[in-house]
């Protein structure tokens, strides 16, 4: 799809890009301008998840909104300041990229085509739904895997990727993360089962990401067990958890 | 029955614990709220130490031949509810932690953006 097209479809929907950032002075600058290139009617925000390298500051310099916060929250608090910040500016559609380079921004078209065409209330860009090859370890791919598999089968959709925080969602969606967002390890596992749990409509298309060029994950695998366990644990409890809001029926 | 050294001795240490948290509370360093569990703690391991007929009732129904152990797994249990309590409190405190430091940024963004627009209308003479 051209994103000329895109933009015509988009309309005159309010539409923000939050960026969760922390220390990522090198590469912030960089996502702001590929942002606008693909659609200069972003409104981007860059939440700095106290950094001490200037990645606020820069992000202010690229002409993005910053909003800082006062200590590291970590992912899951940082991101959800975002989806307030969008809850409160009333806008209709968010996408949610990463401060270090690894979301490219060219494919935002793919993941904003279902949300305009409704077919979706939470789009997410999988790296394991077939656009090109993802490099992995052996045992971070099994893991991939199983928790594709626990995740699918409890919110009854098909998914293959649940730790993918590349994602568009639309004004329902939104709502609910800026009520409600999990925080800690694996958070986007977490986020993926209470969309389910709200019924919302997830849907997953392929995309490409970029190799990170820092900060390689140092988990070792019996710490990765740990946290599986961990976060199995808080995804069993959440079925059962009052929710912490309502949404409202769709128009 | 309890030995009587052993009596005096809870009893004794169960009073200080009460003046401890009795002076906390009046020195204003402890809540009210938080310091009911601890009373209540106090005041139970003391009850049961002064009143020995009622320690041995007590361990003779749950199967403890020696009755002092009874006072222990009482203090035991009752420090396990406290704990537990301090849990929930804790998630309290850190669930209002995340959104105020959530509300600082909302609200210091704006604010940067007001200081910004004034001082540039500062600028332009008005």
């Known amino acids: 799809m051209q994103p000329s097209q895109l933009e015509r479809r988009l309309g005159s929907r309010k539409r923000i890009a939050i960026v969760p950032a922390l220390n990522e002075a090198e590469t912030i600058g960089r996502v702001i301008r590929e942002i606008r290139e693909v ?23 690229a002409g993005a909104r910053m909003l800082r916060l006062p200590f590291n929250l970590g992912i899951g608090g940082a991101v959800q300041t975002g989806y307030r910040y969008a809850l409160a500016n009333g806008f209709d559609i968010a996408v949610q990229i990463d401060g270090d380079g690894q979301h490219d921004p060219r494919q935002l078209p793919h993941i904003l085509v279902p949300l305009v065409d409704g077919e979706a209330d939470i789009v997410i860009g999988s790296r394991f739904a077939g656009a090109g090859e993802y490099k992995a370890t052996i ?32 004004r329902r969606s939104l709502s609910l993360f800026a009520a409600d967002y ?3 390890f694996l958070e986007t596992v977490e986020a993926t089962v209470l969309a389910g749990k709200y019924h919302l409509r997830l849907k997953e298309v392929p995309v490409t990401m970029r190799e ?6 140092s988990l070792t695998i019996p710490l990765s067990l740990f946290y599986s366990a961990k976060v199995l644990l808080a995804v069993f409890v959440s079925l059962f958890r009052r929710p912490a809001i309502r949404l409202e029926e769709e128009p | 029955m309890i030995p009587f050294r052993v009596a005096v001795f809870a009893s004794i240490a169960a009073a200080i614990f009460l003046l401890v948290i009795f002076e906390l509370i009046r020195s204003r360093r402890l809540q009210e709220r938080y310091a009911l569990l601890w009373l209540i703690t106090g005041g139970v391991i003391l009850i049961l130490a002064l009143w020995r007929d009622a320690l041995r009732l007590v361990s003779e129904q749950i199967g403890i031949a020696y009755p002092p152990s009874a006072l222990f797994i009482v203090g035991f249990l009752f420090i396990l509810v406290v704990l537990l309590h301090y849990s929930t409190v804790l ?25 910004r627009r004034e001082e540039r209308e500062a600028a332009e003479g008005r």
């Open chain 1, 39 to 61: 659609d200069p009617g972003f409104e981007i925000v860059v939440v700095d998840d106290g950094s001490d390298d200037g990645t606020g500051e820069l992000a202010e310099a």
């Open chain 1, 139 to 170: 045992h971070r791919r099994m893991g991939q895997r199983v928790w594709a598999a626990i995740v699918s089968a409890i919110v009854r959709q098909p998914l293959t990727d649940t730790s993918s925080s590349f994602r568009a969602l639309n």
């Open chain 1, 182 to 184: 999990p925080h800690g």
């Open chain 1, 212 to 217: 990170r060029e820092l900060g390689r994950s």
């Open chain 2, 91 to 115: 998630s309290e405190l850190a669930e209002k932690n995340v959104r105020l430091a959530q509300d600082i940024a909302l609200v210091e963004e704006r604010l940067r953006l007001h200081e």
